[in-house]
């Protein structure tokens, strides 16, 4: 299946004051994010890319275009020339469409109509969010129905506790966030062509399309309580900059695969899916 990826963001909340980086390729270790993103899709065997470009387009070109596949591949220097011993990217198609700089998502999704509106189903990403979602398993539950589109659903992330009052204003309870029955979206979608029936010009991917789908019933969520983390702050993309130096890597599926053995993660036992009866903001 093809892979459209939203990298035209300009990312304020990732921002350092120095690099005009767009987020998607700001470093985790030698890869930028989208980079990581991309090998997640690639181990489960989706490698025709659509990038929907907007601001630093070309840092995203210019990192594609200058590819080296030495930097986290082994080779063999003889002679002067360059023998690989692996490779990230010679099987990829990466398709790049500069889809404006202020567009919102789904607006930058109909740019992109062409060249998904012919597949059975497609994938979609935010491109800034890394995961161990065993991906063949939320494909498959959505092929064998007739929804329309599948999202991520993960735990809300915010440390904050939530406080249960009473009306005498005594503190009934506490409890985090992710004990609660709440979910949220992940950024990872697979969706039909039928979708773009659903997009207005300059809409939003989520509450102009996924939310009168949910309306429907046509809008699936799949449940995941495995890893799960964004980027979408320094402070995040520090973290996993962090996790990566030390080694913890649950994202990195097609390194446990080749250093353990580990069976494909699609193939492991599929989390609960729900279908999504309705979708709201933060504020409601």
């Known amino acids: 299946m093809k892979v459209v990826l939203f990298c035209g963001g300009f990312g304020m909340r990732m921002r350092d004051g120095v690099s005009d980086l767009p987020k998607p390729m700001h470093p985790v270790g030698p890869r930028p994010l989208i980079w990581h993103v991309m090998r997640y899709y690639a181990h489960f065997g989706h490698t025709d890319f659509v990038l929907c470009l907007g601001y630093g387009a070309h840092h995203i070109k210019d990192f594609f275009l200058t ?8 080779f ?8 690989l011993l692996g490779s990230d990217i010679s099987d990829w198609t990466i398709t790049f469409v500069h889809t404006g700089l202020d567009s919102p998502i789904g607006e930058r999704l109909r740019r992109v109509r062409r060249h998904v509106q012919d597949e059975e189903m497609f994938l979609a990403n935010y491109a800034d969010v890394l995961t161990d979602l065993p991906l063949n398993a939320m494909v498959d539950r959505f092929r064998r129905s007739d929804a329309v589109g599948a999202l991520l659903a993960v ?17 009934a309870g506490i409890t985090t966030l992710q004990e609660m029955p709440l979910w949220e979206n992940g950024g990872y979608f697979v969706l039909r062509p039928e979708v773009f029936d659903y997009l207005p010009p300059n809409g939003d991917l989520i509450m ?10 046509r809008l699936m969520a799949y449940r995941h309580r495995g890893f799960w ?20 890597r649950p994202w990195m599926l097609w390194e446990q695969n080749a250093d353990n053995g580990v069976a494909p993660a699609g193939l492991l036992p599929h989390r609960i899916r729900g279908e999504v009866a309705g979708l709201t903001t933060a504020a409601g």
């Open 155 to 171: 735990p809300p992330q915010s440390a904050f506790h939530c406080v249960d009052i009473g009306e005498d204003d005594r503190v």
């Open 208 to 217: 102009d399309a996924c939310r009168p789908l949910a309306k429907e019933g």
């Open 229 to 248: 983390q964004p980027a979408d702050t320094v402070k995040e993309r520090h973290a996993l900059e962090a996790a990566y130096t030390a080694g913890d």
């Open 67 to 74: 590819y080296s596949e030495t930097a986290s591949n082994d």
């Open 76 to 83: 063999v220097l003889r002679d002067g020339d360059v023998h």
